[in-house]
């Protein structure tokens, strides 16, 4: 509830920032790309860091565009600095998804990019893995967004 007032609020009045993602979407998001580890986690054969597996041209547009993000590349081994990584690359292209709570599609702008659109079934085995780990978070009640 309190989620879809912040979306509903944020979409009202045209905000275009975002202060946090939702935590529900954030441990899904955690779940699927490390198995909820934490740590020096390098994957995609050595191509993404940490637990949430940014890969070094995410981490590049998000500081762009965000700036005050401070830090490096290899903050994103910490599990707070990739959330902000993540947060500023969502404000940044996911903001149309953000305002419809579609947690979904920006799951998948997560996995492939901003080009996940033109073709959206290179996503689709990542986006269930994530729904399901959505789902069962909302069954468990372990997040309330």
Known sequence: MKTQLAVAITSLMGFTALADLPPKFVRAIHMVESSGRYGKID???????????????YYRDAKAFKPSIGGTYNDCYNF???????????????????????????ARLHNQGVGWEKNPAKTDAYCLKFRKEYNKLRVSGIAKN
């Open 43 to 57: 994957g995609d054969n050595f191509r993404a860091k940490g637990p949430l597996q940014i890969h070094e041209s």
């Open 80 to 106: 707070d600095y990739s959330v902000k990584v993540m947060t500023a690359y969502m404000e940044r292209y996911g903001m149309k998804y953000i305002q419809k709570g579609n947690w979904e599609a920006l």
